[in-house]
T-cell receptor, first 114, second 111 residues
């Protein structure tokens, strides 16, 4: 049981490049989400999904796309990277069944946009 | 809009002292509250989750209380150890599962 995994761990991009951050979970969780963490801003929600085929925007969605074709995977796409997207990105998942909804986080992807 | 505040922003204590970390939130319509630990350069580790109907939750040396009506939660760590040095984050969850985080309390436990 690997929990929530993210790849890559580190990435450097040039302005205008595109890339996909990968997130996968093996806990059969319905709910998955992406956060970015910036100094002084804390963690902010980018996009989330309550199941395959269903996604919605969070607090800071601009410049990012998501899709959810399977329960296990929830990739985050940067369409045209900008220096303002330099951040640490975390993926999280939880079950929406039952009363607990404890959220589990991946180890993060550290992205630098030059 | 929900706002989550953690005070103090930083805390330094000698080993053996009890730690008290505070979290406050402005909207009491929460689904649950979760405390996390984050080590430098690492991800978030879930410590405790308190359902909105609960008053407290305990795990080992950790105890978290929740007073939903006053919008407050407190994390107590008994008999602190140098290994407890980390940043502690609280987050409230709405009914859609979305987390709203506080900025965190950075804790240093000195030997």
């Amino acid at each position: 049981n690997a929990g929530v995994t993210q790849t890559p761990k580190f990435q450097v991009l040039k302005t205008g490049q595109s890339m996909t951050l990968q997130c996968a979970q093996d806990m059969n969780h319905e709910y998955m989400s992406w956060y970015r963490q910036d100094p002084g801003m804390g963690l902010r929600l980018i996009h989330y999904s309550v199941g395959a085929g269903i996604t919605d925007q969070g607090e800071v969605p601009n410049g990012y796309n998501v899709s959810r074709s399977t329960t296990e995977d929830f990739p985050l796409r940067l369409l045209s990277a900008a220096p303002s997207q330099t951040s640490v990105y975390f993926c999280a998942s939880s079950s929406i069944r039952g009363p607990y909804n404890e959220q589990f986080f991946g180890p993060g992807t550290r992205l630098t946009v030059l | 809009k929900q706002e989550v505040t953690q005070i103090p922003a930083a805390l330094s204590v000698p080993e053996g002292e009890n730690l008290v970390l505070n979290c406050s939130f402005t909207d009491s319509a929460i689904y649950n509250l979760q405390w996390f630990r984050q080590d430098p350069g690492k991800g978030l580790t879930s410590l405790l989750l308190i359902q909105s109907s609960q008053r407290e939750q305990t795990s080992g040396r950790l105890n978290a209380s929740l007073d939903k009506s006053s919008g407050r939660s407190t994390l107590y760590i008994a008999a602190s150890q140098p290994g407890d040095s980390a940043t502690y984050l609280c987050a409230v969850t709405d009914s859609w599962g979305k987390l709203q985080f506080g900025a965190g309390t950075q804790v240093v436990v000195t030997p």
